[in-house]
Nanobody, 115 residues
Framework: QVQLVESGGGLVQPGGTLRLSCAASGSIFSFSGMGWYRQAPGTQREWVAIINTSGDTNIADSLKGRCTISRDIAKNTIYLQMDSLKPEDTAVYYC?????????WGQGTQVTVSS
């Protein structure tokens, strides 16, 4: 089973930029798609972005224009670039991979947007 490990979270000021990484222990092509969810305290997990095996991407409407998802095939890693961060972006960000209709999850990385 391929493991997913996120990194890159932390404390950032409003208006700042952050790039999250999700490294897979095996080939990212083990998954039909990989992406990100986030969960703020007291809320349900919210889908953020996806990149499929063809490299096609999709971003949640509420985040379009501020988020970019990309990948490095050689490193078996996907990324989430977030710009113009707002306090409401504060959440735990989870990487996931989908295989045979099942989601596999990373452990999450905390992003806190605060001055």
């Amino acid at each position: 089973q391929v493991q997913l490990v996120e990194s890159g979270g932390g404390l950032v000021q409003p208006g700042g930029t952050l790039r999250l990484s999700c490294a897979a222990s095996g080939s990212i092509f083990s998954f039909s798609g990989m992406g990100w969810y986030r969960q703020a305290p007291g809320t349900q997990r919210e889908w953020v972005a996806i990149i499929n095996t063809s490299g096609d991407t999709n971003i949640a409407d509420s985040l379009k224009g501020r988020c970019t998802i990309s990948r490095d095939i050689a490193k078996n890693t996907i990324y989430l670039q977030m710009d113009s961060l707002k306090p409401e972006d504060t959440a735990v960000y989870y990487c996931y991979g989908t295989s045979l209709a099942r989601h596999y999850w990373g452990q999450g990385t905390q992003v806190t947007v605060s001055s």
